[in-house]
């Protein structure tokens, strides 16, 4: 089209009025035609000019995309005073102001009706004659796909159910063993009681088989209570959340309790953290779990660390430190209790599996469960008597790549991108 209308203004002089005619008519379909072409786009579109006015949108855009007002193509404002979410609004004005160029980012919207979607927003350079004439916005909704992530995750936890099943069917056999054998105990104490003279055995006897087939039953309630906990589907409404902001929160929600054992809590989050696709809650599970552990190991290891003397003396310690690596958010929980030796460690993740006289054994198993509901992974290492570490790994859904440096000349920019296409 370029081309054509550079030969067509060259010979302009020499067309007759009704060759001008034709031609402007063409034009005028051909325009309709791209028109209707981004106007169908499942992708929302919007192009602005190099001060982030608004030169073309489509109806995808406005319809994945909150506006304050109904968009106008060239009103004069800048594309960010017009969204109504604030996040999508300071990336784009990050992207004027710092002449960001490639870069991307996820956010996550509430619709009217309380459903949460996920856009993708992406951030390119238009460029014409060589020279930097605006940006292209695209905005694709990927609400599907991230649903879709989730189900699969889910799927592949249902696949460890049948391990679980077995475990419940070992834990639920002895209890109905116990039960079985003293009723059976009895049965032949009241037969032969009958027998003799129909005097039945004295009250105190029978209370005690009583209490212990009781206290069976009341065992057996709990652990199937506890199986129905462990196999229920996760219902996780994930958002994209800045977890250093929710850590701050939990660690001054926890740290009383550390520091009334004179445990201190040290905390060492990195200065820039993504945004990750997580639930609020489930998030504070996993955290407040592993922190009881680390407060139950330490506690094991110095016996004396609830009794009055100086804090400092007692030497229990919690570090949380998060960092970000290859595109990863990586939160590690360090104490240094009584530590686990490998047989405690390779099993630690396992339902039903604990060290602790009163423990279920689900605690860890939910954590791991809850993280790899979050598509991250979980890992332990430990040396009996120096501590533990807990490192969850989490991914980043989308990170800025700036696969362009923008220095200020805009020409030696858009030669660039155009020799690298």
Known sequence: MQEFSKRVSQKLSKLSDAQIQNLVDELTAENGRYESIIGSLSTGLIIVDTSWQVVKINKAAQRYVPFKTVPEENSGTPLWKIIADDDIAHFLKQCCTSDRTNCREEYTLSTS???????????????????????????????????????????????????????????????????????????????????????????????????????????????????????????????????????????????????????????????????????????REVVVNIAQNALAAITERFPDVGEAKPFAACGGKLTVETAVKDECFVLSFTDNGIGMDEATQARIFEPYFTTKANGTGLGMAMVYKIIKEFSGDISVTSSPGDGTTFTITLPVPQVDRRLLSYNGSASSNTESMENQA
Do not use: W
């Open 113 to 283: 009706g309380g459903s949460i979607r996920f856009v993708d927003i992406s951030v390119m350079p238009l460029v014409q004659n060589r020279q930097l004439a605006g940006s292209i916005i695209c905005v694709d909704d990927v609400t599907e796909k991230r649903n879709q992530e989730i189900l699969l995750h889910r799927m592949e936890a249902l696949a460890g159910l049948t391990n679980i099943a077995a475990s419940v069917a070992h834990e639920i056999k002895n209890p109905l063993g116990a039960i079985s054998i003293h009723i059976q105990l009895i049965q032949k104490a009241v037969r032969r009681a009958r027998e003799a003279d129909e005097k039945l055995p004295p009250p105190k006897f029978m209370e005690n088989y009583l209490d212990v087939v009781n206290g069976e039953i009341d065992r057996l309630n709990k652990i199937v209570v506890d199986f129905l906990m462990a196999v229920r589907p996760i219902s996780a409404q994930l958002e994209l959340v800045n977890p250093n902001m929710l850590l701050d929160q939990l660690i001054s929600f926890i740290t009383p309790e550390f520091n009334d054992k004179h445990v201190s809590v040290i905390s060492k989050l990195c200065t820039n953290s993504p945004r990750l696709l997580l639930d609020a809650k489930l998030f």
